[in-house]
C-alpha cells in the first residue's frame, strides 16, 4: 500500500519558517492536501492540490510537490500555529484515501 | 455555511452495537461523497472508508470491511456509521468529512467513542 512518510516534529521560533515534509514514491505525480489539527479539535484542510489555500487559510500557508517530497511551509510561524499536520492523497491504483504520519509543530 | 454535526459522545460495552450520526447542512447533501476517518488515542488520521449519499454505495478500507457499516439517510443529509459487535479497540474519535474531488474539505466536530467493560 502507499505509504506517506512524515517527520514526528519539528520546532521553529515565532517569526521563523517550518517546512513540513511529506515523502513517498513519486509522489508528484499526486495531488496533496494539508491538514491542520489543534489539540481536541477536528483537522482542518490548509492546503489542497499541491498549493491552493481554502477561503481564510492564512498566505503564510503554502506547499510544493515533486519528485519524492511534497513540502508543507508556514512562514512568520505564530503561536497559534502550533498544531499536527498531515498530508494526504488519494491512491489511484488502489481507489484508497491515504494520510502521512503526521508531523507535530512545536512553536518554541 | 457548510456544516457536518456528528452525535454525541459514546460509552458502550464490548459486544454492544452503535450507531452514530454526521449530519449535513448548507450544501447539497447528495452532491459529495462522506468519507469516515479514525483516529485512536495519541495517533494519527486513518481513512476508514467513503459513502455516496445518493445511492449509498461505499467504498471501505479493507481492514475496515466486514467490521463497520456505513449508510445514509438522503432525506435527513444524514450519514451513519455502526458497529453489530463493538470491541475494546473500536475506542477512537471518529470523524466524517466531506470530499471534494480527492481532499476533505469540511469535517464534522468528531464523536469520541470508548468501549470498556
Known amino acids: 500500500s502507499y505509504v506517506l512518510t512524515q517527520p514526528p516534529s519539528v520546532s521553529v521560533a515565532p517569526g521563523k519558517t517550518a517546512r513540513i515534509t511529506c515523502g513517498a514514491n513519486?509522489?508528484?505525480?499526486?495531488?496533496v492536501h494539508w491538514y491542520q489539527q489543534k489539540p481536541d479539535q477536528a483537522p482542518v484542510l490548509v492546503i489542497y492540490?499541491?498549493?491552493d489555500r481554502p477561503s481564510g487559510i492564512p498566505e503564510r500557508f503554502s506547499g510544493s510537490n515533486s519528485g519524492n517530497t511534497a513540502t508543507l511551509t508556514i512562514t512568520r510561524v505564530e503561536a497559534g500555529d502550533e498544531a499536527d499536520y498531515y498530508c494526504?492523497?488519494?491512491?489511484?491504483?488502489?481507489?484508497?484515501?491515504?494520510f502521512g504520519t503526521g508531523t507535530k509543530v512545536t512553536v518554541l | 455555511e457548510v456544516q457536518l454535526v456528528q452525535s454525541g459522545t459514546e460509552v458502550k460495552k464490548p459486544g454492544e452495537s452503535l450507531k452514530i450520526s454526521c449530519k449535513g447542512s448548507?450544501?447539497?447533501?447528495?452532491?459529495?461523497?462522506i468519507g469516515w476517518v479514525r483516529q485512536m488515542p495519541g495517533k494519527g488520521l486513518e481513512w476508514m472508508g467513503i459513502?455516496?449519499?445518493?445511492?449509498?454505495?461505499?467504498r471501505y478500507r479493507p481492514s475496515f470491511q466486514g467490521q463497520v457499516t456505513f449508510s445514509a439517510d438522503k432525506s435527513m443529509s444524514t450519514a451513519y456509521l455502526q458497529w453489530s459487535s463493538l470491541k475494546a479497540s473500536d475506542t477512537a474519535m471518529y470523524y466524517c468529512?466531506?470530499?471534494?474531488?480527492?481532499?476533505?474539505?469540511?469535517w464534522g466536530q468528531g464523536t469520541l467513542v470508548t468501549v470498556s467493560s
Open positions: 468529512a466531506r470530499r471534494n474531488n480527492s481532499s476533505f474539505d469540511y
Open positions: 448548507g450544501y447539497s447533501f447528495t452532491t459529495y461523497w
Open positions: 459513502l455516496y449519499p445518493v445511492d449509498s454505495y461505499t
Open positions: 513519486n509522489i508528484g505525480s499526486k495531488s
Open positions: 492540490y499541491d498549493t
Open positions: 494526504q492523497v488519494w491512491d489511484g491504483s488502489s481507489d484508497l484515501y491515504v
